[in-house]
């Protein structure tokens, strides 16, 4: 990172302000609002980000290994001293029965702010909203955000029976299977609602294969066809094994600081137990802060170059991308067939995690890191041309049939 460790401080760091650059699906006759480094999130850049890349089954780690080796990476990354780190955001399921503090001492870490995080797929974008204001309060000047797990034989069978009270208290005795059930039954309407069949869900799986193809970090990077993809096992009518993400480990890490040096948080919004499980599951918490989201990035949906959508279902990334508006007509068939199929709307770059892997909690980080690296331009062999503004949404914490959690943040590149 350019810039000096008392620029950070003072927060004298000049602001770099922001061009527009050629969109996607329309985006380059889109109005940017170019910024002026004002907002919300004003003065706080994203300067640093890194991923430990995710494999199956690996030996000799463990998850307090993992999430050093993210925080060691993305330090590097930023250019930022271990010592000038100041703020530390940690969530994980495995690290238990440690918290951040604890892994914070494991770093050598003296901390002015510390964060614990337990939103799983909402996580990432939640501390980093925790993280940015801290620093805008003068509560820390340096906050690295890392997230991640890693799953030893039963660690993972043991999340699913006991993800919270209700899981285990009323649907781990009925053997219910883990997520898959009921996100299987939340395809089911989402099917009927739109009129959809098992190959439309196949053309986003394949359409995220395609961008995995170019991130060597991706443990699935075979093309995959709509004939694989329909002859494969029925894990939970109508989703096959293409349709779950692989349990992998890893972890992945960002770090923010005070100035006008990075990636600018342009917009971010959050909703949490939006109908407190009473509705169908057809619509996130983003359907209600998508109208002030929009208004304050400035730009529409169409001012997008690429979205970084939580994953752990495809029918889940269309409902996001439904919920903010990028399907305006109600027509999910002709986004997913004419905008993410064809790469109009570059979705997952990085091959989400239905081909990355989801490496636990580092699945709320993982979308963001890939969102960093592509208006970064180092995204390699998947690397979005003039890529400018990037969506990440995360979305989480199943109580009994649905995600309680949603967030989203439009991430802008610094001028050129």
Request: charge should be negative; hydrophobic fraction near 40%.
């Amino acid at each position: 990172m350019p810039g000096d460790p008392p620029g950070r401080d003072s927060g004298s760091t000049p602001g770099r302000g922001s061009g527009s650059g050629p969109g996607h699906d329309g985006g380059a006759g889109a109005d940017r609002g170019g910024s002026t480094g004002a907002g919300r999130f004003a003065g706080v850049g994203l300067i640093g980000a890194a991923e430990v890349p995710y494999r199956r089954r690996p030996e000799g780690v463990d998850t307090p290994g993992l999430l050093a080796a993210a925080f060691t990476a993305a330090l590097r990354d930023a250019g930022v001293a271990h010592g000038e780190v100041d703020g530390l955001a940690v969530s994980s399921f495995t690290l238990s029965p440690d918290h951040a503090i604890d892994l914070g001492w494991k770093l050598g870490l003296t901390l002015r702010w510390c964060m614990d995080d337990a939103l799983g797929g909402a996580s990432g974008i939640n501390m980093i909203q925790h993280a940015a204001r801290a620093i805008q309060a003068g509560d820390a000047n340096v906050v690295a955000v890392v997230s991640g797990d890693h799953f030893g034989p039963g660690d993972f069978a043991g999340l699913v029976d006991n993800y919270n009270r209700t899981t285990r208290d009323h649907l781990a005795p009925l053997r219910f299977g883990g997520p898959n059930a009921p996100f299987a039954m939340l395809t089911q309407r989402h099917m009927r609602a739109h009129g959809l069949e098992r190959a439309d869900y196949g053309a986003l799986c394949m359409a995220q294969r395609r961008w995995a193809a170019g991130n060597p970090g991706a443990v699935y990077r075979a093309p995959l066809t709509l004939e694989e993809y329909l002859s494969d096992r029925i894990v939970a009518d109508p989703l096959c094994r293409f349709d779950c993400v692989p349990v992998v480990s890893g972890a992945d890490a960002v770090v923010l600081a005070r100035g006008e040096d990075g990636i600018r948080i342009r917009a971010l919004r959050c909703r949490y137990n939006p109908d407190h499980g009473e509705g169908d599951g057809l619509s996130t918490g983003l359907a209600g802060l998508a109208r002030e989201f929009w208004a304050e990035a400035g730009v529409g949906p169409e001012a997008v170059d690429l979205a970084s959508i939580y994953d752990d279902y495809p029918v889940m990334v269309l409902a996001q991308l439904a919920d903010l508006g990028f399907a305006p007509d109600g027509d999910v068939r002709r986004l997913l067939h004419e905008r993410i199929a064809t790469g109009a709307l570059p979705v997952n770059t990085s091959g989400g995690q239905l081909s990355a892997g989801q490496a636990g909690a580092a699945a709320g980080l993982h979308g963001v890191v890939e969102a960093v690296q592509q208006l970064r331009n180092r995204a390699g062999a998947r690397q979005v041309p003039g890529a400018r503004l990037a969506l990440a949404a995360g979305y989480g914490m199943v109580q009994y049939r649905y995600g309680m959690c949603a967030n989203a943040a439009l991430l802008e590149a610094p001028a050129a």
